[in-house]
């Protein structure tokens, strides 16, 4: 399955390289719009029929302080990932950081459950796979949409086939329960998705409230994608600085 996911984005990326970049460097290139927007579509109905409704119910029965543990609880299960990715892009201080939250929040922390590293000065962040390519000279490639996936390009798409490798949850394995490892991941993703879900709320209001929210989203994607590539340096230029972020659903 793996093999044919990172096939699948190598093949996307090829033909990203025989596409002619925008001469732009503003615009996003999206030679595939029509497509995409079937799926933008697509992806908003599930939304407001399904994911909308579900993290509804999922925020009346959870209070705001255990969907903050929750929160906290996905992003230090994240930090190896992050930790890999760190060092990959040559950033001893951010790697040491991350270690050293990962570390605390733990322990002290409860298995993460609380982020008592933020209590120490230690500040999170993250970083993925498609940070580093682009770090590396990697160019994204074409703007894609994909099914519940949302907005993302060749180099991200093949980014997060690597993260999950990355991942020590993908490795291990119960033997006792030897269906315990996809039970849990399956619930990692419900429980995060939810969780973001609930907390962006007001923002992806927002986005749907804007006249063209097909374009909003791909100008926020890619705006933000760059910003987080140099490390949180915003584009002052960006006309889309009020709008939602959607990072979150990364989790």
């Known amino acids: ?24 460097p503003m615009a996003v290139h999206d030679p ?35 969907r903050d543990r929750v929160a906290d609880f ?43 590293a933020d209590y120490f000065g230690l500040k999170g962040h993250r970083e993925d796979f498609g940070q580093t390519l682009a770090v590396w000279g990697v160019g994204s490639g074409p703007y894609l949409v994909l099914p519940f996936m949302g907005p993302s390009n060749p180099r991200d798409l093949l980014g997060r086939g690597v993260d999950i490798a990355f991942d020590p949850l993908t490795w291990t394995e119960f033997a006792a329960r030897p269906d315990l490892d996809d039970q849990i ?11 973001a879900r609930v907390a962006l709320d007001d923002q ?3 986005l749907n409230e804007q006249p063209e929210p097909y374009v909003a989203l791909r100008r926020i994607y890619s705006s933000q994608r760059q910003a987080e590539i ?22």
Do not use: H
């Open 74 to 116: 996905l992003s230090n299960l994240g930090a190896p990932v992050v930790f890999v990715n760190d060092v990959l892009q040559v950033q001893p201080s951010r790697a040491s950081d991350t270690f050293l939250r990962f570390t605390i929040n733990t322990t002290i922390g409860l298995v993460g459950l609380w982020d008592a």
């Open 185 to 195: 991941r399956i619930g990692r993703g419900v429980l995060g998705g939810l969780n």
């Open 230 to 251: 140099r490390n949180g340096k915003v584009d002052n230029n960006n006309a889309y600085d009020d709008l939602p972020d959607f990072d979150e659903y990364d989790n």
């Open 1 to 24: 399955m793996q093999i044919r996911f990172i096939g699948a984005s190598l093949a996307l990326g090829l033909g990203a390289c025989a596409s002619t970049p925008p001469s732009d």
């Open 32 to 66: 595939y719009e029509g497509f995409n927007r079937q799926v933008f579509a697509f992806n908003s109905g599930v939304d407001k029929y399904a994911i909308s409704p579900a993290a509804t119910v999922y925020k009346t029965v959870t209070p705001e302080f255990g």
């Open 204 to 206: 992806i209001r927002t």
